[in-house]
């Protein structure tokens, strides 16, 4: 084995100094590419959340306006009950 004197294992000291602020630079450039990913998946998943609000809140309209139609329209059928029964009743099994 080849003992190294005190310039080569300086030299060699130096190298592996190097080595580390390089990785150091590395994970730096990686950490802050992480951070941005994040900040752009925060945004974005705050941005569905509120087009999935949006929705809801369409989706209960549109129910809502669909039992006012349903209503209406029984209303509409118990008012030609009245008048015809027949046609009722072929309505309603049809």
Do not use: W
């Not at 590395?26 to 705050?46: F, G, I, M, N």
């Not at 569905?48 to 809801?56: K, Q, T």
């Not at 139609?69 to 009722?88: Q, S």
């Amino acid at each position: 084995m080849t003992t190294l004197n005190g310039m080569e294992k300086f030299n060699h000291l130096e190298d592996k100094l190097y080595r580390i602020v390089e990785y150091a630079k590395h994970l730096r450039q990686e950490k802050e590419s992480l951070e941005r990913e994040v900040a752009a998946l925060k945004r974005e998943a705050a941005a569905r959340a509120e087009e999935n609000e949006r929705l809801n809140q369409r989706l209960h309209q549109m129910l809502n306006e669909r039992d006012a139609i349903k209503n209406k329209v029984e209303a509409m059928l118990d008012a030609i009950a009245l008048v015809e029964p027949e046609l009722t009743e072929a309505a309603r099994r049809g």
